[in-house]
């Protein structure tokens, strides 16, 4: 059985909405990024089965 | 197989380079990022409009092939 490893690439990706920041400054004013929510990044498939994973036998 | 016309119908895309990433925007009134999916170069991701995705934005050189017809992103 070979070992897998995982980068942080293959868990999430930058937002492309704030590129990574999880705000949007328009006109000066910041706000929270709508599309990732504020959190900067998208979880991919992988990332969301090793979250649920994690949540389920913690 | 490939006869979809219930509204399920799939599509395709192929990645033409490493990197490609896959982008499920959520069905409803705010319109939020709720997936992504990398693909290498010559990965093959089949996908379907659901409950929760009701576009897709692709980034990255690929062929996306769908009842439509074939388009090419760079």
């Known amino acids: 059985m070979s070992n897998t490893v995982f980068t942080t690439d293959e868990l999430e990706m930058p937002c492309p909405e704030c590129k990574g920041k999880g705000e949007i400054v328009s006109h000066g004013k910041s706000t929270s990024c709508t599309k990732c929510e504020g959190k900067g990044v998208i979880m991919t498939g992988l990332g969301q089965t090793l979250l649920h994973f994690v949540k389920k036998h913690l | ?74």
């Open chain 2, 1 to 74: 197989m490939g006869q979809a016309s219930d509204g399920n119908d799939f599509f395709v895309i192929k990645a033409e380079e490493n990197g490609v990433n896959v982008i499920g925007l959520t069905r409803g009134s705010d319109t939020r990022f709720h997936h992504s999916e990398k693909l290498d170069m010559g990965e093959v991701m089949i996908a379907q409009f659901t409950e929760h995705t009701s576009a897709v934005k692709v980034r990255g050189k690929a062929t996306i092939q769908t009842k439509h017809g074939e388009v090419k992103s760079d």
